[in-house]
C-alpha cells in the first residue's frame, strides 16, 4: 500500500487553529488532501489528529480519519518522523501492510499534485530511502552576519567574505512540503536529513514557510499571484 499521512494537531500556538483556517477560501488542510487526491499516487490519505475539528473538516475534503492520536504524539514536542511511524503501524496492523508512506503537511498549500508524483518517482529510480521537497536559499549562506550583543556585526564564515557570491556553492533548505519514505525507514526512525534521502527540488516562488501572522499574509499573496499566472 501507498499511504498519504498528513499530520495535523489541534494544539498550533503561534496562529492558532491554523490547520484549518482558512487560506484563499478553503481551510489550510483542504489544498494538501486535494493536492494529495489529485496527484493519483495514494491508495490511501489519511489524517493523524487528536482533534475532533480537524477530522470532520479532513473527512469533509475526502481524507479518512481511522484512530485517533494518541496524546504523547500530540504536544509541541513531537517529531514528524515517530507520527508518521505510528500511523504506518495502526494501518499496517488494521487496515493493510504499508509498503511506502508520504507524509504531507496540512499546512502546505503550495504543494503539487506533480510534485508528488515526481517524489515518488525519484524514490523509486534513486534507491534512496527517502525523497523530500527542497528549495535553495535565495542568498549565499556563507555570506551570512549575526548581529552581537553590542549592537554590531560579524560574519559567520569571515573566510568568505572575498569570494563572489557566483563562486560558492548552493545551499539549499527542507521546502517543508511532503515527505516520500519507505515504510521501513519511517518505523527504524532514520534521520531524513542525511545519505538516506535525495532532494526533491522546488522553485523558490512555490515555497513558503507559515509560521507567523507576516507569513501568512505573504502566502496568501504569493498564491493568488499564481492562480491569476494560470488563468
Same mark, same amino acid.
Given at each position: 500500500?501507498?499511504?498519504?499521512? @498528513?499530520?495535523?494537531?489541534?494544539?498550533?500556538?503561534? *496562529?492558532?487553529?491554523?490547520? *484549518?483556517?482558512? +487560506? &484563499?477560501?478553503?481551510?489550510?488542510?483542504?489544498?494538501?488532501?486535494?493536492?494529495?487526491?489529485?496527484?493519483?499516487?495514494?491508495?490511501?490519505? @489519511?489524517?493523524?489528529?487528536?482533534?475532533?475539528?480537524?477530522?470532520?473538516?479532513?473527512? !469533509?475534503?475526502? !481524507?479518512?480519519?481511522? +484512530?485517533?492520536?494518541? $496524546? %504523547?504524539?500530540?504536544?509541541?514536542?513531537?517529531?514528524? *518522523?515517530?507520527? @508518521?511511524?505510528?500511523?504506518?503501524?495502526?494501518?499496517?496492523?488494521?487496515?493493510?501492510?504499508?509498503?511506502?508512506? &508520504?507524509?504531507?503537511?496540512?499546512?502546505? $498549500? +503550495? #504543494?503539487?499534485?506533480?510534485?508528488?508524483?515526481?517524489? +515518488?518517482?525519484?524514490?523509486?529510480?534513486?534507491?534512496?530511502?527517502?525523497?523530500?521537497? #527542497?528549495?535553495?536559499? !535565495?542568498?549565499?549562506?556563507?555570506?551570512?552576519?549575526?548581529?552581537?550583543?553590542?549592537?554590531?556585526?560579524?560574519?559567520?564564515?569571515? %573566510?568568505?567574505?572575498? @569570494?563572489?557570491?557566483?563562486?560558492?556553492?548552493?545551499?539549499?533548505?527542507?521546502?517543508?512540503?511532503?515527505?516520500?519514505?519507505?515504510?521501513?525507514?519511517?518505523?527504524?526512525?532514520?534521520?531524513?536529513?542525511?545519505?538516506?534521502?535525495?532532494? #526533491?527540488?522546488?522553485?523558490?516562488?512555490? #515555497?513558503?514557510?507559515?509560521?507567523?501572522?507576516?507569513?501568512?499574509?505573504? !502566502?496568501?499573496?504569493?498564491?493568488?499571484?499564481?492562480?491569476?499566472?494560470?488563468?
Amino acid at each position: 500500500m501507498k499511504l498519504a499521512i @498528513i499530520p495535523a494537531r489541534g494544539g498550533s500556538k503561534r *496562529i492558532p487553529r491554523k490547520n *484549518i483556517k482558512h +487560506f &484563499c477560501g478553503k481551510p489550510m488542510i483542504a489544498w494538501s488532501i486535494e493536492a494529495a487526491r489529485s496527484s493519483g499516487c495514494f491508495d490511501s490519505i @489519511i489524517v493523524s489528529t487528536d482533534d475532533d475539528e480537524i477530522a470532520e473538516v479532513a473527512r !469533509a475534503y475526502g !481524507a479518512e480519519v481511522p +484512530f485517533v492520536r494518541p $496524546p %504523547e504524539l500530540s504536544d509541541d514536542h513531537t517529531g514528524t *518522523i515517530p507520527v @508518521i511511524a505510528h500511523a504506518i503501524e495502526w494501518i499496517s496492523r488494521n487496515v493493510a501492510p504499508v509498503d511506502l508512506a &508520504c507524509c504531507i503537511y496540512a499546512t502546505a $498549500p +503550495f #504543494v503539487q499534485p506533480g510534485d508528488l508524483k515526481r517524489g +515518488f518517482d525519484l524514490l523509486q529510480k534513486s534507491k534512496a530511502e527517502y525523497a523530500f521537497s #527542497v528549495t535553495s536559499y !535565495a542568498f549565499p549562506i556563507q555570506r551570512a552576519i549575526r548581529i552581537t550583543s553590542d549592537e554590531r556585526v560579524e560574519m559567520f564564515s569571515p %573566510e568568505h567574505f572575498n @569570494i563572489r557570491s557566483q563562486d560558492l556553492e548552493d545551499a539549499f533548505h527542507d521546502a517543508g512540503q511532503f515527505y516520500w519514505g519507505l515504510a521501513a525507514a519511517w518505523l527504524a526512525g532514520k534521520p531524513l536529513f542525511s545519505h538516506c534521502a535525495t532532494p #526533491v527540488p522546488l522553485p523558490r516562488h512555490r #515555497v513558503q514557510d507559515i509560521d507567523t501572522a507576516e507569513d501568512w499574509e505573504r !502566502a496568501e499573496w504569493l498564491f493568488k499571484a499564481m492562480q491569476v499566472q494560470r488563468d
